[in-house]
């Protein structure tokens, strides 16, 4: 089974200037998560989609980020403009329902590591 | 506010040394309590999950336990293969939906 898959990898940008990850879900996932982790710190939650339409976004600061996941599948987060304490390492999660049942669990990808200067 | 702390903040024990790692949290209806092992440079990776208090599980080295206010993750005779950054994350359902509310994690280093 193919995990979840993030792109790039690495990304270094200077302050203002904007950048975008990108994510593909586990196939079947219909739930999909955004979570930033700063250096030394335990992963937080920025957007939950629940197939095409968003049911938590209230830790995303508005103001600069933005994220969608058109036709359900693929998602994009972006940053625009970027600030130096969004340097961190952008992690993108699916489960195949909310995982509300029993058993189930978060997927998470590698994650995209963006360094702001 | 939901909050989950973990302690140690980090962890050096030797090869065949055994101990364990405490989460605890403060949280209105619990639905689960997730460990998660990080390597450097990648993902969190599944553990466990507990649902109630006194249950406990196992895999290899790993046992987690679950008490009304916190959780254990009992390490016996690491090897130095278990190096990494053990994430303890409560389950909580807001409008029917679930989320993960994570600690900042124990990075255990087990050397040989």
């Known amino acids: 089974e193919a995990g979840v898959a993030q792109s790039p990898r690495y990304k270094i940008i200077e302050k203002r200037q904007s950048v975008a990850f990108w994510c593909n879900p586990i196939s079947g996932h219909a739930t999909l998560y955004w979570y930033q982790q700063i250096l030394g710190q335990g992963p937080k939650l920025l957007i939950q989609f629940q197939n095409n339409g968003v049911v938590d976004d209230s830790q995303l600061p508005k103001d600069r980020f933005s994220a969608e996941r058109l036709k359900g599948v693929d998602s994009t987060l972006k940053i625009q403009p970027a600030k130096l304490e969004d340097s961190a390492v952008y992690l993108c999660?699916?489960?195949?329902?909310?995982?509300?049942?029993?058993?189930?669990?978060?997927?998470f990808g590698s994650g995209t590591q963006l360094s702001v200067l | 506010e939901d909050q989950v702390t973990q302690s140690p903040e980090a962890l050096r024990l030797q090869e065949g040394e055994s101990s364990s790692l405490n989460c605890s949290y403060t949280v209105s209806g619990l639905r689960g309590l997730f460990w998660y092992r990080q390597d450097p440079g990648k993902g969190p990776e599944f553990l466990f999950t507990l649902y109630s208090a006194g249950e406990e599980k196992e895999k290899e080295r790993l046992k987690a336990t679950l008490t009304k206010k916190e959780s254990f993750l009992h390490i016996t005779a690491p090897k130095p293969e278990d190096s990494a950054t053990y994430l303890c994350a409560v389950q909580v359902v807001v409008k029917g939906y679930s989320t993960l509310t994570f600690g900042k994690g124990t990075m255990l280093l087990v050397s040989p």
């Open positions: 999660a699916s489960s195949y329902r909310n995982f509300n049942q029993p058993n189930e669990k978060l997927f």
